[in-house]
């Protein structure tokens, strides 16, 4: 028996129609059914009212009389009569141990939802419907072990360690990564090379010529002894081929050098005023002097500060 036949059968009753007519009473108007209307229309229009009463009037159709001492009852009766009383206590000992199942559950944990194990999974491999707590944490923690043990066994092949990473450039292609790697050295290289032809383009004839001469000394230096003497000729003639403008023995020479220049341009023979870079003037140069005097002013300078060193160390020794 199920809870609504047992509820019908012990709870619900049925009407009976009474056999006795109700008397007939006559309305003084001789109205055929009864109308509900308000007298007091508190300023209401008839022409509202009767608007009102056009788009749905309340009217019961009938007799009043027979609507005021109607007996009969529209409820219908569910299963068959009242049982006996062992029913009755079979009834509420079910209804009893419902109850207390009911309570038991909810002095357990009143937070817990109910499970719906209907076996459908999501994609991660957790079970769905209501569960609790417990009950996800225990299937997130078998799907983690599940992955664990499938990473141990395949190995860098499920991790992806010994694959290569794409790169992809703003429209998608797979970049080359080799090629880029190769088209960055070489840039890099003859960015290299144009700064030393920078470098190598700021430096002047004399330079090159020095650096040349600096390298080609090292290379026969391989050959030289450790210790140079006086009577090393070599030596004697580097020393006789420099030029000095205040050597006094220079006009004793029998043979005199023609003036070159360390490019091998002819160099002025007259005398000129020394700078600061020990450059003489070219061949062309005409013996006017067009600087602003600062040369004159330089080196002037410099001899007046070794004088002034020579005389506080002359006048030290006399004390």
């Known amino acids: 028996m199920s809870l609504a036949d047992y509820l019908a059968k012990n709870y619900l009753t049925a009407d009976v129609k009474s056999e006795k007519k109700s008397k007939k009473r006559k309305r003084k108007n001789g109205s055929d059914g009864l109308v509900i209307a308000d007298d007091d229309q508190l300023g209401w229009s008839s022409s509202k009212i009767a608007k009102e009463e056009e788009e749905g009037p309340v009217t019961v159709g009938g007799n009043s009389a027979e609507f005021r001492k109607a007996k ?81 066994e395949d190995g860098n092949e499920y991790s992806g360690k010994t694959q290569e990473t794409i790169y992809r450039d703003a429209s998608g292609r797979i970049i080359n990564l080799a090629m880029k790697r190769a088209e960055a050295r070489k840039k890099a290289e003859e960015d290299a090379a144009k700064v030393v032809a920078d470098l190598e383009a700021q430096k002047g004839d004399v330079q090159k010529a020095q650096l040349e001469k600096r390298r080609e000394e090292l290379a026969d230096a391989k050959f030289l002894p450790v210790a140079r003497y006086a009577d090393d000729e070599d030596l004697n003639d580097e020393l006789k081929e420099r030029n000095r403008w205040n050597d006094p023995a220079a006009q004793f020479l029998s043979k005199k050098k023609v003036g070159k220049s360390v490019t091998g341009k002819p160099l002025y023979p007259g005398p000129a005023m020394p700078n600061r870079y020990g450059i003489r003037p070219g061949y062309r140069w005409d013996g006017v002097d067009r600087g602003n005097g600062f040369e004159k002013e330089y080196f002037a300078a410099q001899n007046k500060r070794k004088n002034l060193k020579d005389l506080d160390y002359a006048w030290q020794m006399d004390e």
């Open 72 to 152: 009969s009852s529209s409820w219908q009766t569910i299963g068959s009569a009242a049982g006996s009383s062992s029913d009755q206590a079979a009834a509420d000992a079910i209804l009893a141990s419902a109850a207390a199942e009911s309570s038991a559950r909810a002095l357990a944990d009143e937070d817990t939802p109910a499970v719906d194990d209907t076996g459908e999974r999501f994609e991660p491999g957790i079970e769905a419907g209501l569960q609790s707590g417990a009950q996800v944490a225990a299937q997130i923690k078998r799907t983690k072990d599940a992955e664990r043990r499938r990473f141990i």
